[in-house]
């Protein structure tokens, strides 16, 4: 397990990485469940709109924790895959889109988020890799909108 707070094995809920640098969002995970025995969390995750009051589903099997861009609404999280691998999951609130990148991971500690770029390491406690994953340059495996008629601009 990574040494690290919060951690794919040990995050929650009240940590306050989850909100936006402007405080009008959060994400938001249900109940949390380890994969599998001693491995890293998941749960359904939903983006929270604070001054819309409002409540979207945006992930059925998330990890985390969550990284929020300190310059734009985006937030990216490590989601989990029907293979027990990890991609990436992007929700852009600014361009009303939530971006699924198609390279698979084992493990993501996602640690920061500058510009276009996504920090971190893969699978932190065997094989380490880092990861400097560019947002722009990456394929994407499926995009959607965040909900229909839903824009902050």
Same mark, same amino acid.
């Not at 909100?19 to 994969?35: A, F, N, P, Q």
């Not at 380490?128 to 560019?134: A, I, P, S, V």
């Given at each position: 397990?990574? =040494? %690290? ?6 995050? *929650? =809920?009240?940590?306050?990485? /989850?909100? *936006? ?19 890293? @969390? ?10 819309? !009051? ?19 609404? %985006? ?7 029907? =293979?027990?691998?990890?991609?990436? %999951?992007l929700v852009d609130i600014d361009n009303n889109e939530v971006l699924t990148f198609s390279e698979?991971?084992?493990? @993501? ?13 893969? *699978? ?6 880092? /990861? !400097?994953?560019? /947002?722009?340059?990456? !394929?994407?495996? *499926?995009?959607? %909108? @965040?909900i229909a008629g839903y824009n902050t601009q």
């Open positions: 397990m990574s =040494n %690290r707070y919060p951690n794919a094995w040990n995050f *929650s =809920n009240t940590d306050k990485n /989850l909100i *936006s640098k402007d405080g009008k969002y959060k994400i938001e995970y249900r109940e949390m469940y380890e994969i599998a025995m001693g491995a890293p @969390l998941g749960a359904e995750c939903f983006l929270i709109d604070n001054e819309n !009051n409002k409540k979207i589903k945006v992930c059925d099997w998330a990890g985390g924790p969550a990284v929020w861009d300190e310059q734009k609404n %985006r937030v990216v999280f490590p989601i989990w895959t029907k =293979n027990r691998d990890q991609q990436i %999951r698979i991971f084992r493990v @993501l500690e996602i640690v920061g988020f500058e510009g276009d770029t996504i920090y971190g390491v893969d *699978s932190p406690i065997h094989k380490t890799k880092e /990861l !400097n994953f560019d /947002l722009i340059k990456e !394929n994407v495996d *499926s995009k959607y %909108r @965040l």
